[in-house]
């Protein structure tokens, strides 16, 4: 395994700037203002030839009670019982303030491995402050800047010594979409294994209850929760191996996103920044959860969510929390399901499942409903079922004729999954009606088991591809020659 290493410290001295350097992306959202990150996350970091695992943690503050910033120290600290080495940072433009001192002396009881480090210590401005922070007897400090990337020689010489084996590449986290298929609809399948675990991006809007239902898959609270509406900032991935109550457990990485809430509501930079990280996180998933909160369900942002998730291609599953305190459960189902046909009809038969983040009930259908959106995602059909079937399809609904020219389908093959995609050779395709096109779509759905997930139907003309095209004219031609000559 890749060395772990988790940059703590109060907050505002620059742990997300250099989150950010370190993975090589802008992940970690950063602002001046402090008390931005609040959740743990984690990436792959590099630095030279080093590959490690890098968690970018809450600030440190002096709170140990059920307060927003007494559950942050406690996700903070459990970051640093999990790392092989905390990087302890210090403002060095600040200088050491009591709050330093205190968390230095927590770390040095808690972390196998610490190393110093002054942050913000470009310029001369900071010298004293370098020279402060030998007070706290961690050794000699690495003078760092976050934000020009100064010093990161001296830090690849702390973690050196630290580091087993460095990893070759940083694992790419995007999975994979749009495998493409040949003629007989052949092409190799990602299995969900440990090193490519199925990627699930948990999507709503705020305090729907994403980061609860989370933690109480995980088994343990290791997502910041609480009745603040807003709390999660970040889109936070995490390792699960969850499992069936027979035992038979499934590798997944689960990515908590921000709230999205509706555009003219969101004012402030931080919040754009969260809802930009949760878009991102929809990108990176296979399978999209939609959580709604089962008083409010399916509100305008609700649709929003999950029409992007069909947009990018992925694999859809709603899911309805709070369930526990709805009353009339049978009424509110139909109402629910009523609405979702109505509403989200490009995710027609996607599957709808009830769950209580708080109880834990529902989240075995939640699982099953995961998985079996996952294989849809994956479906391939057979070149000679889908042409019989587009016979049939024919003859009970023959495509219309615009402006007199017939439009004749010859051929159809899948020629992508994730998600499945489908090729009709056809004349005239930039004729051919939309409402056609989902009558088609809609076909496939139903008869080969498709429901709920991102159907791409593709019509392609044959105009070039005509073997006689051409040939009447060339023929005339080498037929005159041959009169023309005999005379």
Known sequence: MSLTLAIVGRPNVGKSTLFNRLVGKRLAL???????TRDLREGEGRLG????????????EDATD????????????RAVDMADVCLFMIDARAGLTPTDEMFAEILRKRSK???????????????????????????EPVRLSGEHGEGMTDLYAQLMPLADAAEEEAEDDAPVVEIELDEDGEGETPLITAAKPLQVAVVGRPNAGKSTLINK??????????????????????????????????????????????????????EKLSVSDGLRAVKFAEVVVVLLDAAIPFEQQDLRIADLAEREG???????????????????????????????????????????????????????????AHDIWNRRVPTAALN????????QHPPPAPQGRRIKLR??????????GFVVMCSHPDKMPASYTRYLVNGLREDFDMPGTPIRLTLRGQGDKNPYKGRRKKNAGALAKHLKGRA
Request: hydrophobic share 40%.
């Open 30 to 36: 950063v602002d001046d203002q402090p008390g931005v």
């Open 49 to 60: 030839d080093l590959r490690f695992t890098v968690i970018d943690t809450a600030g440190l």
């Open 411 to 420: 051929y159809m093959t899948q020629a992508k999954t994730r998600p499945p």
């Open 217 to 270: 898959i995980m088994g343990e609270d290791r997502l910041l929760t609480g009745p603040e509406a807003g709390i999660t900032r970040d889109a936070i991935s995490l390792r699960v191996d969850w499992a069936d109550p027979d035992g038979e457990s499934t590798p997944m990485r689960i990515f908590d996103t921000a709230g999205m809430r509706k555009k003219a509501k969101v004012q402030e930079k931080l």
């Open 66 to 77: 059920d307060s927003l910033q007494g559950r942050m120290r406690r996700l903070t600290e």
């Open 314 to 372: 992925r694999a859809v599953v709603v899911a309805v929390n709070k369930w526990d305190v709805e009353e009339n459960k049978q009424e509110k189902l139909r109402e629910l399901k009523e609405s979702f046909d109505r509403l989200l009809p490009q995710l027609r038969g996607a599957p709808l499942i009830t769950v209580s983040a708080k109880t834990g009930r529902g989240l075995e259908r939640l699982r099953a409903a995961i998985l079996r």
């Open 113 to 139: 491995h610490v190393i110093l480090a002054a942050n913000k210590a470009e310029g001369s401005a900071a010298d004293a402050g370098v020279l402060e922070a030998y007070n706290l007897g961690l050794g």
């Open 388 to 395: 019989r079937w587009l016979t049939a399809m024919l003859e």
